[in-house]
């Protein structure tokens, strides 16, 4: 390790969709701006964060660190939702922090943790370092965290019981029905732990976004102007996004690449609902019949349905004489094995989504995945799950211009193989697609400038490193 480099040792809490953009921040400092960086993991990784933990193959950019698991099982009550026991067990990896910190040979100077990680922010004082906090999603949801304990003061009732949306300074306003996940309920202790970590933003030094000026500028400016908003948040905001994630070995995906190469320009579907997301059988089944009625190429991610996921196995009992599993309609894969490939579990996205051949995405609406296709310049479809999901999908479609959203959800379960179908086509042909086409390639340009050096988030960072210097003076 090399004493005279800065050292920022980053804290990621569990989930691909956490790590992957942590990954892409350390690797950003190291190769854009001569870091040393270590990695914290708290809890044993799953088999595929290990495998981007330690890619088999190319340089070893950062020092990771895995913290034993904390067993935070008599802490919870059973039923806890999982951004609770995340903010616990981030809570109870303090001794594991402190005790990696006291035998590191350098230290750090830097400490950044994602937004579940702000309880740790007393060992950085303890040990002298600088504190940030990166949030790997919006501004707008930025704002709504630091604001949600004043929204807890005003609102009566549930928030998705309300009849107007919600107001956050400056910002679009929230509809009641795009209320992220934990705030769905106010007497659960997720909500609490929420509106605490909204708070303890304030504990940084500054909070770094995985988006951009152009992307955001209604947000981004109320975070840096808006009275009602700079009295809840009073550290600086770093856009530094869109952090990008480094193409993964393809490995046995190779002949799905293959197959890529042989299709024509823009004509696949990619269809995939992020790391972990599920459907419903009847719904997988309203899908397959969508694609199938598109009559468009595609590449579908699938994961059993909620209701038949036998320990993660994918082609369980009962699969068809083709091959096709039970929850898929019969001879779905016969049908469709000219038009496109079914993948199960996981599927090696960002390869895919830079693939000429690639024309839309039908997403979940993950922030990763939306950066990936945005970056990319592949439109969307958006259909949102779970957690923030469903703000992004209303901000890719009534605000950024670059996807369109099944009408039925989310007062209805069940989204229809027309209604899919009729998506599928206006994304990839239709001529009712072809703003969105064209505003998303925009945004691909527009992300591009940002990273350049001359560009603005790029100027972001360097202004976050500056001020590391200053600190360190
Ligand atoms: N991902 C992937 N292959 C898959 C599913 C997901 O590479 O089959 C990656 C995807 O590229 C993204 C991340 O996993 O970087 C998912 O993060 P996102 O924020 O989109 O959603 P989450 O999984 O956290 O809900």
């Known amino acids: ?47 595929a964060e290990s495998q981007l933990l330690h890619p088999p193959t ?38 594991g922090i402190r005790s990696a910190l006291s035998n590191m040979e350098i230290r750090p100077t830097v400490f950044i943790v994602d937004f579940f990680g702000t309880e740790s922010f007393e060992i950085a004082d303890e040990f002298d370092m600088s504190k940030y906090v990166f949030v790997p999603t919006t501004a707008w949801l930025t704002a709504l965290m630091a604001y949600c304990h ?74 840096r102007e808006n009275e009602d908003l700079l009295s809840v948040l009073k550290v600086p905001v770093y856009p530094i996004g869109p952090l990008r994630r480094p193409p ?9 690449l293959e197959w890529l190469d042989m299709q024509p320009s823009e004509s696949v579907i990619y269809v995939s609902f992020g790391s972990a997301g599920t459907l419903s059988a009847e719904q997988i089944t309203e899908v397959a019949w969508g694609l199938e009625l598109s009559q468009q190429r595609f590449i579908w991610v699938v994961r059993p349905p909620i209701e038949g996921n036998v320990d993660g196995c994918y082609f369980t009992a009962g699969n068809g004489p083709d091959g096709t599993p039970d929850y898929l309609p019969d001879g779905f894969l016969t049908r469709t094995h000219k038009m496109g490939i079914v993948v199960p579990m ?17 997403s979940h609406c993950g922030w990763n995945s939306t950066l990936e296709s945005i970056t990319n310049g592949v439109p969307m479809i958006a259909w949102p799950l779970y957690a923030e999901q469903k703000m992004n999908a209303t ?24 209604e899919i179908a009729k998506m599928i086509r206006t994304v990839m042909e239709y001529e009712a697609g072809e703003a969105i086409r064209e505003r998303v390639k925009e945004l691909k340009h527009s992300a591009e400038k940002a990273l350049s050096k001359a560009g603005s988030s790029y100027g972001s960072l360097c202004e976050v490193i500056e001020d590391c210097k200053i600190s360190l003076q």
């Not at 990621?12 to 040393?36: A, C, N, W, Y």
């Not at 895995?66 to 303090?94: F, I, N, W, Y």
């Not at 993964?248 to 799905?256: D, F, N, P």
């Not at 890719?396 to 027309?418: F, I, N, W």
């Open 1 to 47: 390790m090399d004493s005279s480099k800065l050292h920022a040792l980053i804290l990621s809490s569990p989930g691909m969709g956490h790590l992957i953009p942590i990954l892409q921040l350390g690797e950003r400092l190291v190769t854009d701006h001569k870091f040393e960086v270590t990695i914290l993991v708290v809890t044993t990784p799953s088999s």
């Open 58 to 95: 190319g340089p070893k950019l950062f020092n990771i660190i895995e913290l034993p698991p904390v067993d935070v099982s008599g802490l919870l009550d059973p039923d806890a939702k999982v951004v609770t026991q995340l903010a616990v067990m981030m809570r109870e990896a303090r001794p």
């Open 150 to 223: 004043v929204l807890d003061k005003e609102v009566k009732g549930q928030y998705v019981d309300q009849k107007e949306p919600l107001r956050l300074p400056g910002c679009k306003a929230l509809r009641p029905e795009d209320v992220v996940d934990p705030m769905l309920d106010r007497n659960d202790q997720m909500y609490h732990e929420y509106v605490r970590m909204g708070i303890q933003l304030n504990f940084s030094d500054g909070v770094l976004l995985n988006t951009w000026e152009d992307l955001e500028p209604t947000s981004l400016k109320a975070l």
């Open 248 to 256: 993964e070995a393809a490995g046995s995906r190779i002949e799905l």
């Open 346 to 362: 996981w599927a090696p996205q960002v390869e895919i989504l830079s693939h000429p051949s690639v024309g839309g995405f039908l």
């Open 395 to 418: 901000m890719l479609t009534k605000e950024l211009g670059v996807a369109v959203r099944p009408k039925e959800l989310p007062a209805k379960k069940v989204v229809g193989r027309e």
